[in-house]
C-alpha cells in the first residue's frame, strides 16, 4: 500500500513538472514571438490611402496600401476606426500610425 502511495506521488509529481515545462516553453515561445513582430513593426514606414480593410478574428485589422498589405497588430486600439480612402502614415523607427479621416481631415494617432 506504501509502494502505491509513493509510486502516485511520483507520478503526480513528474506530472505537474511536465505541465511547468509545457507552460514555460509556450510563453517563451510567445514572448519571442512578440519581440520579433514588434522588431519588424518598428522597420515598417509607408503612407498612403487605405484602399482595403479587413480584420482578423481577434479583430486587429490589416490596411492595404497601394500593392501592399500592413498588418496593425495587438496594442494598438485602432477601435475600428481605420475606414477606406482614409490617409495613413508609418514611419520608419516609431510605433505611431497616424491616420488623418477621409471626410474631416481629423487626425487620430495610434500609439502602443
Request: proline share 1%.
Amino acid at each position: 500500500m506504501k509502494e502505491n502511495y509513493q509510486l502516485k506521488k511520483k507520478e503526480t509529481i513528474a506530472f505537474i513538472i511536465l505541465i511547468i515545462v509545457a507552460i514555460s516553453f509556450f510563453e517563451f515561445y510567445g514572448i519571442k514571438e512578440d519581440h520579433e513582430a514588434d522588431r519588424k513593426n518598428i522597420n515598417l514606414e509607408f503612407a498612403g490611402r487605405v484602399e482595403r480593410i479587413e480584420y482578423n478574428i481577434k479583430q486587429f485589422p490589416t490596411v492595404t496600401v497601394g500593392d501592399s498589405a500592413y498588418h496593425i497588430g495587438s496594442g494598438y486600439n485602432t477601435d475600428h476606426q481605420i475606414g477606406i480612402g482614409d490617409s495613413i502614415i508609418k514611419r520608419k523607427g516609431s510605433e505611431v500610425y497616424t491616420l488623418i479621416k477621409y471626410n474631416t481631415n481629423k487626425v487620430i494617432e495610434f500609439r502602443k
